[in-house]
């Protein structure tokens, strides 16, 4: 089956005032404003997404004696894409897991639309915001279409419902339900395998999507046309993405707004992608872009972007359902 048609309007420059957090100020108490209307890419047809604003927000692992994220305020309008990026175990992962419950904060808030996710039910919140791993994270035992329909049968949608929205989203992603979504996960290519990952945190028409290093087990040429279909389908769809990763290319290929992410998640700056270079001499993004990295195919990023560095956090294996229960 064909690629999914993609508006192919590139990412114009935009230019405005930089909101730049150098080493020696509180980025914490800083949020950057909304800049829908100076993006420089075609807006959505309908903003869908919810507004994420990580306020203040602190996440201390036991018998760690320093925090993993330490007090990031980070404002992240509607309908925008934005990605965090910085070197393994910055926290940018901890952020993520932070904004759907799977992790707590020590201290501070996540709020979605202005609401303090602290009080929202966990399961409903997680089945409300997509999630992609960079495995995909898929259930090797149950064929794609099956892991496509896992959250709209657990929100008790009728099964006519659930098989007509696992045929769109398919289609959507650039998959065929005849034919790919009767296949198992181990059939699949890596480009397809992605794309599987991608249709499942689809499926449930969340609000915000959560990407966690999503590209990173592909090779150069296919992360390249990914990352335009994803482009593709977040304007069509007007969704929030929330986009970690370690490569500094994929950043300001997908972000709207880059978050530039040191140790401990601090904000070293936060800005459109044309205002990331150049960088200051020795700053998190002048190492990223310095770091070649081999695991991606030398596209300028650090190669495997995991948060095992993140202290205290468990890595992705075994967690395959984790993010919807």
């Not at 990580?54 to 760690?64: A, D, L, N, S």
């Not at 046309?225 to 977040?234: A, K, M, P, S």
Request: proline share 9%; with cysteine; aromatic share 4%.
């Amino acid at each position: 089956m064909g690629e999914p048609a993609v508006d192919p309007t590139p990412r114009a420059a935009v230019s405005y005032p930089a909101t730049s957090y150098p080493a020696t100020s509180s980025p914490g108490e800083r949020a950057v404003p909304a800049a829908r209307e100076v993006r420089g890419t075609p807006a959505p047809r309908e903003v869908r997404g919810a507004a994420v604003l990580p306020r203040r927000v602190t996440k201390q692992y036991p018998g760690q004696s320093r925090a993993a994220v330490g007090g990031l305020t980070l404002e992240v309008p509607a309908g925008d894409v934005v990605t965090l990026v910085g070197p393994p175990g910055c926290g940018k992962t901890t952020v993520l897991r932070m904004v759907n419950r799977l992790l707590d904060p020590s201290s501070g808030s996540v709020l979605l639309d202005g609401e303090d996710v602290a009080g929202m039910d966990e399961r409903a919140l997680r089945r409300g915001i997509g999630f992609m791993l960079r495995t995909g994270g898929l259930f090797p035992h149950m064929t794609v279409a099956a892991n496509t329909a896992l959250v709209p049968r657990m929100l008790g949608w009728p099964r006519r419902r659930t098989a007509a929205r696992v045929a769109e989203v398919l289609e959507l992603v650039g998959l065929d339900p005849a034919t790919d979504g009767r296949r198992h996960p181990a059939e699949l290519s890596p480009g397809q395998h992605e794309r599987a990952g991608l249709a499942r945190a689809l499926a449930a028409e969340p609000r915000v999507l959560l990407l966690d290093d999503p590209f990173g087990a592909v090779d150069p040429a296919t992360r390249h046309t990914l990352q335009r279909d994803l482009l593709g389908i977040q304007r069509r769809l007007g969704l929030t993405v929330v986009c970690a990763t370690g490569d500094l290319t994929e950043a300001t290929t997908l972000g709207d707004r880059v978050a530039v992410l040191d140790r401990g998640a601090r904000l070293v700056r936060y800005d459109t992608p044309d205002r990331q270079q150049p960088a200051p001499a020795g700053d998190a993004a002048e190492r990223l872009r310095a770091t070649d990295g081999p695991a991606r195919g030398g596209t300028g990023g650090l190669g495997e972007s995991s948060e095992a560095g993140d202290s205290g956090e468990a890595s992705e294996a075994g967690e395959t359902g984790e993010w919807w229960t």
